[in-house]
């Protein structure tokens, strides 16, 4: 819809990436939040944010380079073209590489593992409902053709490979709104009294679950495996971690979000 936020003769800034850094912001406003109500370090917890969005990066545009291998095997080139570097790339790539380093800083840093991935999860909600509105001014991501009242054409020549003057499904936006009534959902379960653990379990699981259902909307390059795309597959295992990893917590004490003297808590 609007590629480009400012234009300053040739140099322009691309909406995209400003609202992906505002969701970046805003996700970790909200996990520094409740990692100070938790009595965790705070300077800690913004490294993980900023080592975490890196690392993401990263996984983002490896799993994008592996899901579309059979283009950058024969256009070798476009691996290092403008084009490439501001793509998005793959989200579950770079919540997965995320993931995996997080758990090791988290170890690493002797912090309480379930209750700092708890706090995380509403902000990485929150920052990835932004990000979507990005890739929606963007023209990234876009849905299949659709005719219902709501669907949304995109004109503007800038925008990426979407199809031009072709009424969509705005994909998008559906995943923009279901993220934010997740963030919502999470930050209300985590400032009530609840075992650590329980609010990234549930993140994974619904988040997997939404993500699944929004994959019939939208268009595929690539084609898809037993009838599902990568991306569902993909889902569905984060669906089956959060539940392993929720029916494995301990029925324990109940903790609670009240503040307390920071301290490493292993």
């Given amino acids: 819809m609007y590629p480009k936020l400012f234009h300053f003769g040739a140099f322009s800034i691309p909406t995209y990436g400003v609202l992906v850094a505002l969701g970046f912001l805003a996700g970790l406003i909200v996990a520094l939040r409740l990692a100070r109500r938790s009595g965790l370090?705070?300077?800690?917890?913004s490294n993980l944010a900023v080592y975490c969005a890196l690392v993401g990066i990263a996984g983002a545009k490896l799993f994008m380079f592996l899901f579309d291998w059979p283009f950058y095997w024969t256009n070798p080139g476009e691996i290092f073209t403008l084009s490439t570097l501001q793509a998005a790339g793959v989200y579950h790539g770079?919540?997965?590489a995320a993931l995996v380093f997080a758990y090791l800083y988290i170890r690493a840093q002797k912090l309480p593992l379930a209750l700092t991935m708890d706090c995380f999860a509403p902000g990485i909600a929150l920052g990835h409902a932004i990000g979507r509105l990005g890739c929606?001014?963007?023209?990234?991501c876009w849905g299949r053709e659709s005719h219902l009242p709501w669907a949304v054409t995109f004109r503007s020549q800038e925008a990426?490979?979407?199809p031009i003057g072709v009424p969509l499904h705005p994909a998008q936006l559906y995943e923009s709104a279901a993220n934010l009534l997740l963030f919502v959902f999470l930050y209300r379960i985590f400032i009530q009294r609840h075992r650590p653990g329980v609010v990234i379990s549930l993140y994974l699981i619904l988040y997997g679950v939404i993500r699944f259902l929004i994959e019939f909307f939208r268009f595929h390059e690539q084609s898809l495996v037993w009838g599902l795309s990568l991306t569902q597959w993909i889902s569905a295992g984060l669906v089956a971690l959060g539940a392993v990893i929720l029916l494995r917590l301990p029925a324990a004490?109940?903790?609670t979000a009240e503040p307390r003297s920071p301290a490493r808590v292993s």
Avoid: T
């Avoid at 370090?41 to 917890?45: D, F, K, M, Q, T």
């Avoid at 929606?136 to 990234?140: L, R």
């Fill in 41 to 45: 370090p705070g300077e800690l917890i």
């Fill in 94 to 96: 770079g919540f997965l």
């Fill in 136 to 140: 929606f001014a963007a023209g990234c």
């Fill in 160 to 162: 990426a490979n979407v």
């Fill in 253 to 255: 004490k109940a903790a």
